[in-house]
């Protein structure tokens, strides 16, 4: 028995053993042009016949964007009978979040702060995934992102370092199940290495300049959990950053990433990225792109074809070593013997389809419902026995909208949207009239019949939000509220009496400030996914109820962009307590306004802050209690609290711990979070909960760049968002 166990433990260092001979093997058999092959990727929605040449002369290594099992075979044939080296391909593709069933975008999906759901919803998309040959998808990603202007915040988990990391490992899971090489599974990529969300101006792909601290302590540690959950491959960034474009980055690519991690995976650019470094002004030709590229740790060129053309002129003329080339062809290789691609290289076409099954749309339900927020109730929801609602807005009945951004093979035709649901399950009681064809739509024409239909109902529940085109990837917005006439819609609907419930179907925090005045309860769904319409349904009728936390902080204004609740102190806090703007007297002196941070028209809080969300119950916390006041360097700190249920339903409560370094050899955050917990209670019970604390949660980058727990003292917060909570001081003795 002992013998089978030994056997089993030496099992993976067996096989990856084996990997490295039968590669060095196949190195030694390759020409220079076909190591050159394996670092091209292409888009395969080119001409098929190019494509099946390139591949017969050995001269892609990876094919993005062909979904299509049976092309996927013929390709692959021809990759491994005709092509020189009998190398087979990857098949690749951006499954964001889900392949045919959409789950909510992944900022929805980060709402739920469920991380074990999320990796189900991984494992769902890469069953749908691999079932149409596809067997890397260019996910998760990981971008910490502070400024909601920025499009691709809808594209990640939002702007806090723990909560992405925890997230992106969730994803990295469900992608790569338990082993790579099951054909089910598919190899993830965390993107976009790194730094990518700090865009200035919120503007995609524009210059970022963050400083070595700052990339280690807020954007490369999710990187990091991925990279730990063994996530097989990174995608670098467009951004330059501090001068430098992360493509060609050797300080994070060499050293960080494979020298401090010890990653052993493939690195892919960005689409273009190696070619874009001659537009960055970095890069003076395409040669030289691919020796800066190249050299830096960039293994595979995607679609600009710089690599495939120029290595041999390089290697021949002394700017690039063989051995450069060999280390990254060694790479690709090893992914695609991790994948199981030498031995079974071929998409078993399935009998019986998984996708689109009632099984994913069960996952992509439970998914959307946890993502949804509820901001603001008042007494509106959830609706009771009504006689008559009218339904409205330009998301309400949105099948393509509704998905988000990043649908690439999402079925418009599955989506369940709330207009129609609603219809279905309540026949004549609902009345649906858009008033707005779509968000940027400025034709009020048809506001006086929604309006009079609502003032015959018991309310009105109004879709707001964004259209998916706004979102996403080169869609940033310098202004944050609503587009169109949404705005007018909602004040003319809430002047008719009847109470209206906003929800939000959107890609981002908006400045909504003036709406959720105007509403007696505000739901904010994100872009929620296939099965949205039945989790919303199941929320405004009280089927379900609301868990969803922000995983970004709600701006009042655009302006307060960027914006989040992990900043520094500064030296002049804003007490909270400033006039705003319209109290200010006229012809005031100069320092009456006293002298702290924050806007005189948006004040220095947010809307709403990151980690709240509120519930169709209350939940009160007690009885806070640590392990001891006072730790040393490698203590454990065992924190309890007391969560209780005091309303009349069940309900689920994702707590929050926060913790507070009152000092150090540089200004620390004025919180951070650090745990999360669900917790589902019935009404009046109650839950002891335990969190488990070490010092390495402490652990920051000083001002040496070295990473460690200064001696200090501390504030540590349980709470249900990130703006309250029972805190506890403790401290760290040296
Ligand atoms: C895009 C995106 C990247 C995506 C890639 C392939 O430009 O930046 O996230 O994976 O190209 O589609």
Not at 478 to 490: I, K, P, R, S, V
Not at 628 to 653: H, K, M, P, W, Y
Not at 699 to 709: K, P, S
Request: glycine fraction near 10%; charged fraction near 20%; aromatic fraction near 8%.
């Amino acid at each position: 028995m002992k013998r089978l166990f030994f056997i089993f433990l030496l099992c993976p260092v067996f096989c990856a053993a084996q990997h490295e001979t039968r590669i060095d093997s196949l190195l030694g058999r390759m020409t220079l042009h076909e190591k050159a092959g394996q670092l091209n990727q292409l888009d395969g929605r080119g001409t098929i016949d190019q494509l099946k040449e390139l591949i017969r002369r050995g001269e892609l290594g990876s094919v993005m964007n062909v979904m299509d099992p049976v092309m996927v075979n013929e390709l692959q044939r021809i990759a491994c009978e005709e092509s020189p080296a009998r190398i087979p391909l990857v098949f690749a593709r951006d499954v964001v979040h889900g392949f045919k069933t959409m789950l909510p975008i992944p900022l929805g999906q980060a709402a739920t702060f469920d991380p074990e759901l999320v990796k189900q919803g991984a494992r769902m998309a890469a069953a749908e995934a691999t079932e149409h040959g596809i067997r890397w998808s260019f996910a998760p990603m990981a971008d910490i992102s502070r400024d909601a202007r920025w499009g691709r915040i809808a594209e990640g988990f939002g702007e806090d370092t723990y909560l992405n990391a925890v997230m992106a490992a969730a994803v990295v899971e469900g992608y790569q199940g338990k082993e790579l090489a099951d054909p089910s599974s598919m190899a993830a990529c965390v993107k976009h290495f790194v730094g990518y969300g700090a865009a200035e101006g919120g503007r995609d792909y524009n210059a970022t300049h963050l400083t070595e601290r700052q990339m280690r302590e807020f954007y490369l540690p999710p990187f990091h959990e991925a990279v730990q959950a063994g996530c097989a491959s990174v995608m670098t960034a467009f951004n330059d950053n501090d001068g430098i474009p992360c493509t060609a980055n050797r300080f994070l690519l060499h050293d960080v990433l494979r020298g401090e991690w010890g990653f052993d995976g493939v690195v892919v650019s960005d689409w273009g990225a190696v070619g874009e470094l001659v537009t960055h002004g970095y890069a003076g030709d395409r040669a030289d792109a691919a020796v800066k590229a190249l050299t830096a740790g960039t293994d595979m060129d995607m679609s600009s074809k710089i690599y495939i053309e120029n290595i041999e002129k390089l290697v021949a003329s002394g700017r690039l070593t063989e051995a450069e080339v060999d280390a990254a062809v060694r790479r690709v290789l090893r992914l695609k013997m991790r994948l199981g691609l030498f031995d079974n290289p071929y998409t078993e076409i399935a009998a019986r389809s998984v996708t689109g099954g009632d099984a994913h749309l069960a996952v992509a339900r439970k998914a959307a419902e946890e993502s949804v927020v509820l901001l603001a109730n008042r007494g509106t929801l959830p609706l009771g026995n009504f006689k008559k609602i009218v339904v409205a807005g330009p998301l309400a009945d949105a099948p393509h909208d509704q998905l988000g951004t990043w649908t690439m093979d999402g079925d418009t035709a599955q989506t369940r949207t709330p207009a129609r649901v609603l219809k279905a399950r309540y026949g004549k009681r609902v009345e649906f009239i858009p008033a707005l064809r779509y968000s940027r739509d400025r034709d009020t024409s048809d506001f006086a019949r929604v309006a009079a239909a609502a003032a015959g109902a018991d309310a009105v529940i109004l879709f707001l939000g964004e259209e998916a085109i706004l979102t996403g990837e080169a869609h940033s917005l310098a202004g944050l509220e609503l587009q169109g006439a949404q705005t007018a819609l909602l004040e003319r609907l809430a002047a008719t009496g009847t109470p209206v419930v906003a929800v939000f179907m959107a890609g981002r925090p908006l400045a909504i400030p003036r709406e959720c005045t105007l509403s007696s309860a505000v739901l904010y769904a994100w872009h929620p996914g296939t099965m949205g319409g039945e989790a919303i349904a199941d929320i405004l009728t009280g089927k379900a109820n609301p868990s969803g936390k922000l995983p970004a902080s709600f701006p009042r204004m655009s302006g307060q962009s960027p914006l989040y609740y992990n900043h520094s102190s500064t030296g002049r806090p804003a007490s909270g307590k400033e006039k705003p703007i319209e109290q200010i007297p006229v012809n005031a002196r100069q320092s009456v306004l006293g002298h702290s941070s924050y806007y005189l028209d948006a004040g220095s809080k947010p809307l709403f802050p990151f980690g709240f969300g509120l519930s169709y119950t209350t939940f009160e916390l007690g009885g806070l209690t640590l392990s001891a006041d006072s730790i040393s360097q490698n203590d454990t700190l065992r924190v309890s609290v007391t969560l209780r249920n005091t309303g009349r339903r069940e309900g689920t409560q994702a707590l929050q711990l926060y913790v507070r370094d009152h000092g150090g050899s540089v200004t620390r955050p004025v919180k951070e979070l650090k745990r999360i917990a669900r917790v589902t209670l019935a009404p009046g019970a109650s839950e002891r909960v335990e969190f488990t604390l070490t010092t390495a949660d402490l652990a920051f980058w000083g001002a040496d760049m070295r990473l460690r727990a200064e001696p200090g003292k501390f504030t540590l917060t349980v709470g249900m968002d990130s703006q309250s909570g029972l805190s506890a001081p403790f401290s760290l003795a040296e």
